[in-house]
């Protein structure tokens, strides 16, 4: 699940790249690194995790330069090496918001593969989450022959999920993430971005009166109303929105905390 600095205005998503020993995750992730501008990448980093050793790093993607007013900032994950410990797999993927499945060979890479696959919706699902309720892709070195492909494969990954890629000639390997980071979006965008603000008209809650209304005001017992000045707020607004601002109001030791709401609507001005 995506994490959200408010201080930074950020919005953090994670991205995992899976796979057994050997099937080029390393050389994958070396690949996109070196292919991403420094000005938008950060540093590749690596830490040991026990026995095991992960590879990560973060990147803001250029084609998006904000949602809603955050900034979008992707934090890619892989163990590199055989990994001895299961339950560092596992702990990567927690909150992971896109998954690549990265295979040695065509077809279903064997079982080898298979394996990986099935441990993979093993591990989602002790998080409570649902491969194919992911943003995921297929990474298989060799080109896919769908006749030959395991029915575990089928079931998760179409053909439009499905890209070949090479580390060493780089075939795929740009485009899959593309692919995969696109649908990530896609998904904070349904996610964080707010609905367009609806007017409805206000609903009289009182029965009708002749009778002259009092006044109800309280009595200041003689002393000066005080006026507060609110300092200055900017809110970035994409689209027609609602904006709820929180307000702290103390009078002596008397404390009152409530949020003021109310809609906006933009308009172009015309010359």
Known sequence: MAVINHAKREINAKIVYFGPPGCGKGELFRFIHQRI???????????????????FFDYIPFETSS????????HLYTM???VTNPGTWKMTLKGVDGIALVTNGGASGGDEATDSLRV????LTSYGRELHRLPRVWLPSDSVDNQDT????VACFDASRTVTCSAGTGEGILQSLALLSQEVLQELRDEYEPADATVTDPVLQAALSDEPLEDGRPENDGESVKSVTLPELK?????STSVTI????QSGETVKRCNLCFSVQLKEELP
Not at 37 to 55: E, F, I, N, R, V
Not at 246 to 249: C, R
Request: charged share 20%; proline share 11%.
């Open 67 to 74: 949602l809603d007013g955050y900034r979008i900032r992707f």
């Open 150 to 153: 395991a029915a575990e494969f």
């Open 246 to 249: 929180p307000l702290v109001i």
């Open 120 to 123: 993979l919706r093993s591990m």
């Open 37 to 55: 501008k420094p000005s938008l990448c950060g540093p590749l980093k690596t830490m040991p995790a026990g026995q095991d050793s992960l590879l």
């Open 235 to 239: 809110v970035s607004l994409t689209r």
């Open 80 to 82: 590199t090496g055989p």
